[in-house]
Protein backbone atom coordinates (compact mmCIF):
# COMPACT_ATOMS: atom_id res chain seq x y z
CA UNK A 1 0.00 0.00 0.00
CA UNK A 2 1.27 3.60 -0.76
CA UNK A 3 2.41 5.38 2.23
CA UNK A 4 0.16 8.30 0.53
CA UNK A 5 -2.59 6.71 0.82
CA UNK A 6 -5.33 6.90 3.69
CA UNK A 7 -5.63 3.80 5.76
CA UNK A 8 -7.99 5.27 8.49
CA UNK A 9 -8.10 1.99 11.15
CA UNK A 10 -4.46 2.39 11.44
CA UNK A 11 -4.24 6.21 12.55
CA UNK A 12 -4.66 6.97 16.15
CA UNK A 13 -4.76 11.17 16.09
CA UNK A 14 -7.08 12.28 17.83
CA UNK A 15 -9.02 13.87 14.90
CA UNK A 16 -9.87 9.98 14.37
CA UNK A 17 -10.94 9.26 17.72
CA UNK A 18 -13.09 12.75 17.42
CA UNK A 19 -14.25 10.72 14.01
CA UNK A 20 -15.37 7.15 15.76
CA UNK A 21 -17.34 9.09 18.64
CA UNK A 22 -19.10 11.23 16.18
CA UNK A 23 -19.73 8.02 14.08
CA UNK A 24 -21.36 6.38 17.12
CA UNK A 25 -22.88 9.27 17.92
CA UNK A 26 -24.47 9.83 14.17
CA UNK A 27 -25.68 5.87 14.58
CA UNK A 28 -27.49 6.33 18.09
CA UNK A 29 -29.02 9.42 16.64
CA UNK A 30 -30.60 7.58 13.51
CA UNK A 31 -31.58 4.83 15.62
CA UNK A 32 -33.43 6.78 18.73
CA UNK A 33 -35.14 8.72 15.26
CA UNK A 34 -36.09 5.61 14.04
CA UNK A 35 -37.03 3.61 16.81
CA UNK A 36 -38.86 6.75 18.63
CA UNK A 37 -39.82 8.56 15.07
CA UNK A 38 -42.01 5.23 15.02
CA UNK A 39 -43.19 5.17 18.60
CA UNK A 40 -44.38 8.95 18.51
CA UNK A 41 -47.01 7.80 15.34
CA UNK A 42 -48.52 5.39 17.67
CA UNK A 43 -48.75 7.77 20.90
CA UNK A 44 -47.94 11.25 20.33
CA UNK A 45 -46.10 12.89 23.08
CA UNK A 46 -44.89 16.79 23.31
CA UNK A 47 -41.67 15.99 24.71
CA UNK A 48 -40.38 13.07 22.19
CA UNK A 49 -41.62 15.18 19.45
CA UNK A 50 -39.09 18.24 21.02
CA UNK A 51 -36.73 15.43 21.42
CA UNK A 52 -36.56 14.26 18.25
CA UNK A 53 -36.80 17.79 16.59
CA UNK A 54 -33.54 18.33 18.61
CA UNK A 55 -31.66 15.01 17.25
CA UNK A 56 -33.05 15.57 13.74
CA UNK A 57 -31.96 19.09 13.53
CA UNK A 58 -28.26 17.69 14.52
CA UNK A 59 -28.36 15.04 11.80
CA UNK A 60 -26.74 17.30 9.02
CA UNK A 61 -24.39 18.77 11.15
CA UNK A 62 -22.78 15.16 12.02
CA UNK A 63 -23.04 14.04 8.21
CA UNK A 64 -20.94 17.91 7.21
CA UNK A 65 -17.90 16.61 10.20
CA UNK A 66 -17.61 13.43 8.21
CA UNK A 67 -17.41 15.35 4.83
CA UNK A 68 -15.16 17.85 5.99
CA UNK A 69 -13.14 15.08 7.86
CA UNK A 70 -13.00 13.21 4.55
CA UNK A 71 -12.09 16.15 2.73
CA UNK A 72 -9.11 16.87 5.05
CA UNK A 73 -7.71 13.81 4.59
CA UNK A 74 -7.96 13.31 0.75
CA UNK A 75 -6.23 16.77 0.93
CA UNK A 76 -3.58 16.80 3.04
CA UNK A 77 -0.40 18.95 2.36
CA UNK A 78 -2.38 20.70 0.02
CA UNK A 79 -4.38 22.83 1.88
CA UNK A 80 -3.45 26.67 2.35
CA UNK A 81 -3.18 27.11 6.81
CA UNK A 82 -6.19 29.78 6.29
CA UNK A 83 -8.31 27.19 4.72
CA UNK A 84 -7.51 24.12 6.93
CA UNK A 85 -8.14 26.90 10.06
CA UNK A 86 -11.43 27.93 8.63
CA UNK A 87 -12.08 23.62 8.04
CA UNK A 88 -10.91 23.35 11.76
CA UNK A 89 -13.47 25.64 12.48
CA UNK A 90 -16.33 24.37 10.58
CA UNK A 91 -15.76 20.71 12.29
CA UNK A 92 -15.83 22.10 15.98
CA UNK A 93 -19.14 23.94 15.20
CA UNK A 94 -20.39 20.43 14.04
CA UNK A 95 -19.27 18.40 16.75
CA UNK A 96 -21.02 21.00 19.12
CA UNK A 97 -24.06 20.81 17.38
CA UNK A 98 -23.85 16.83 17.35
CA UNK A 99 -22.90 16.90 21.46
CA UNK A 100 -25.90 18.93 21.88
CA UNK A 101 -28.22 15.95 20.06
CA UNK A 102 -27.55 14.29 23.58
CA UNK A 103 -29.96 16.65 24.99
CA UNK A 104 -32.43 15.21 23.26
CA UNK A 105 -32.03 11.69 24.29
CA UNK A 106 -31.87 12.47 27.35
CA UNK A 107 -35.25 14.11 27.14
CA UNK A 108 -36.58 10.83 25.57
CA UNK A 109 -35.04 8.94 28.60
CA UNK A 110 -36.39 11.99 30.86
CA UNK A 111 -39.80 11.10 29.22
CA UNK A 112 -38.87 7.19 30.35
CA UNK A 113 -38.02 7.96 34.12
CA UNK A 114 -37.06 11.19 35.79
CA UNK A 115 -34.19 9.58 37.37
CA UNK A 116 -32.68 7.87 34.32
CA UNK A 117 -32.92 11.03 32.31
CA UNK A 118 -31.59 13.30 34.92
CA UNK A 119 -28.45 10.37 35.38
CA UNK A 120 -28.05 10.58 31.41
CA UNK A 121 -27.93 14.82 31.11
CA UNK A 122 -25.38 14.87 34.22
CA UNK A 123 -23.32 12.22 32.92
CA UNK A 124 -23.06 13.11 29.25
CA UNK A 125 -22.19 16.80 30.47
CA UNK A 126 -19.71 15.55 32.69
CA UNK A 127 -18.21 13.05 29.61
CA UNK A 128 -18.11 15.94 27.30
CA UNK A 129 -16.34 17.75 29.79
CA UNK A 130 -13.91 15.33 30.40
CA UNK A 131 -13.18 14.25 26.47
CA UNK A 132 -13.25 17.66 25.30
CA UNK A 133 -10.44 18.45 28.12
CA UNK A 134 -8.66 15.60 27.48
CA UNK A 135 -8.54 15.82 23.75
CA UNK A 136 -7.52 19.63 23.91
CA UNK A 137 -3.73 20.09 23.10
CA UNK A 138 -1.26 20.39 25.25
CA UNK A 139 1.19 23.26 25.45
CA UNK A 140 4.92 22.27 27.11
CA UNK A 141 6.77 25.05 28.35
CA UNK A 142 10.73 24.30 27.77
Not at 74 to 86: C, Q, T
Request: with cysteine; glycine share 4%; charged share 15%.
Amino acid sequence: MDEQSVNVESRTSSQDKRWTIMAALLGTNTAFMLFQGMQQELNPQKIREIALAIIAASLPFQGIYFLIYTFMMEHDGELSPERIERLNMASAVCQIVAYISLLGVAMMWYNISLYVGLAFLLSTSLAIILIRSVMSPVHVDE
